[in-house]
């Protein structure tokens, strides 16, 4: 948690932190639902990746590193815009 202290309270870093950790979790999501064939059409596992935004976002706030918070929530949008695009087209 010290680490958390230290990082430099910039919006980039949690626009960084924001695209990366989404992306492991629906990378792990993507393996899941291609090895299960029961999840083979459970397309929100994909949201359950973005979700994990809103845990990561509210333990910057509790540091008091709100421009991270910001940046985390910016890339939460854009990573539910790609999902929304995914769905429609």
């Not at 639902?33 to 397309?43: F, P, T």
């Amino acid at each position: 948690m010290e680490r958390l202290r230290k990082l430099n309270n910039s919006v980039w870093i949690g626009l960084g932190i924001g695209l990366v950790v989404p992306a492991m979790c629906c990378a792990i999501a993507w393996y899941i639902m291609h090895h299960v064939a029961s999840l083979a059409k459970a397309d929100l596992l994909y949201i359950g990746g973005i979700a994990v935004n809103a845990y990561t976002m509210q333990t910057f706030f509790k540091y008091n590193k709100e421009n991270i918070g910001r940046g985390i929530l910016a890339a939460t949008f854009l990573c539910a815009f790609v999902f929304f695009a995914y769905k429609v087209f």
